[in-house]
């Protein structure tokens, strides 16, 4: 866990990033994009999907002290990148329990940091962060079709992601 807890995003956070989000949507829609199952999704869903990552990107960049990529498009799979030129992809889970996903289509970056979410209040804590090639190790390797209908994916808990406090130092060196 990290020492950044909870935070709860101001009103101009919140428009900042709804409108990100939504201009998000909105491009993915005229050009004719799929999720990442291939499936073409309700705006809604796809809206509520895309604040939640939005947001979990924000706080990371915030916590990093890093420039949060608003584009529609990832900087080489990355959703942030640091000044040294490492990248990270972020990944946002309502699950209090949930853990960071990675699916065999995405392409392994860096770093990658896990954010959870709650609506009740409406806020976001930044879980832990593993290197790219520690997700996709072996053990990680996770097939839930069967309990939850998920496809297979890596799988790492929360419980095995590693402090932030020791990316903050890594990507603060960097500066």
């Not at 909105?26 to 050009?31: A, D």
């Not at 640091?82 to 946002?92: A, D, E, L, R, W």
């Not at 962060?129 to 929360?158: A, F, L, S, T």
Request: with cysteine; proline share 4%; aromatic share 12%.
């Amino acid at each position: 866990m990290t020492e950044w807890d909870w935070q709860r995003p101001t009103g101009s956070e919140v428009q900042r990033v709804a409108f990100v989000a939504h201009d998000r949507v909105f491009k993915k829609n005229l050009m004719g994009w799929k999720d990442r199952s291939g499936l073409v999704t309700d705006n809604y869903k796809d809206y509520g999907i895309n604040l939640y990552g939005a947001f979990g990107e924000y706080y990371v960049g915030k916590y990093l002290n890093i420039r949060w990529n608003t584009c529609l498009e990832d900087e080489g799979g990355a959703d942030l990148v640091t000044p040294g030129g490492y990248k990270i992809q972020v990944k946002t889970t309502v699950y209090q329990i949930g853990g960071l996903i990675h699916r065999p289509i995405e392409r392994v970056v860096d770093y990658h940091v896990l954010v959870v979410a709650q609506d009740n209040p409406f806020s976001f804590r930044i879980a832990g962060w593993m290197g790219g090639d520690q997700v996709v190790d072996e053990k990680h390797w996770d097939n839930p079709i069967i309990k939850n209908g998920r496809p297979p994916c890596h799988y790492v808990k929360q419980e095995d992601l590693y402090d932030m406090k020791i990316l903050k130092s890594k990507i603060d060196e960097e500066k």
